[in-house]
């Protein structure tokens, strides 16, 4: 495995994928905010508004990364959200393993985007080499008339009509 991105622009396929990731992440954090509020007020503990808002401050946060991800500080921001929602695990444990699944992914994302993108260039740059030298080839045919056939192999190319008169 290739070096990880923590700081820069990533490719388009790279924040499509990362940004899927992270906002949906989101979803899950806002949901793990609710429980731990949910907790929280069910022994009484008076700190079940500081959960919740904790919980949906964070997943805004995580939101708004999905967009953020053209910014070369998007992926240290996607990087942080990871560490925090592992953290969320010291309120509600069960965040330990959506931390752990949300941070595979996200690690997924940049390694397969990265590789979709090189892949991407690869394509493209072998598309415009092809298509520069039938282009060259294809200027000296183009002025040529030709003429084109149907399908049973019959000229389709018109006569000029006589018209006596």
């Known amino acids: ?33 609710l429980v731990a ?13 500081t959960f919740l808002l904790i919980g949906s401050l964070l997943a805004v946060l995580c939101i708004l990364d999905a967009g953020l991800l053209r910014r070369p500080w998007g992926i240290t921001l996607g990087w942080a959200l990871q560490l925090a929602t592992l953290a969320c695990a010291f309120i509600v444990p069960a965040m330990l393993v959506v931390g752990l699944l949300f941070g595979a992914l996200w690690v997924l994302a940049l390694v397969q985007g990265r590789a979709m993108d090189a892949h991407t260039k690869r394509v493209d740059a072998q598309w415009h080499e092809t298509h520069e030298l039938s282009g060259q080839s294809g200027r000296a045919t183009q002025s040529e008339p030709s003429g084109q056939s149907d399908p049973a192999g019959h000229s389709t190319q018109s006569e000029p009509s006589t018209q006596d008169g």
């Open 1 to 33: 495995m290739r070096s990880l991105t923590l700081y820069g622009v990533p490719g388009k396929m790279t924040r499509r994928l990362a940004g899927v990731v992270v906002g949906t992440q989101g979803l899950a954090v806002f949901f793990g905010g």
């Open 37 to 49: 509020r949910a907790l929280a007020s069910a022994t009484g503990s008076p700190a079940s508004g």
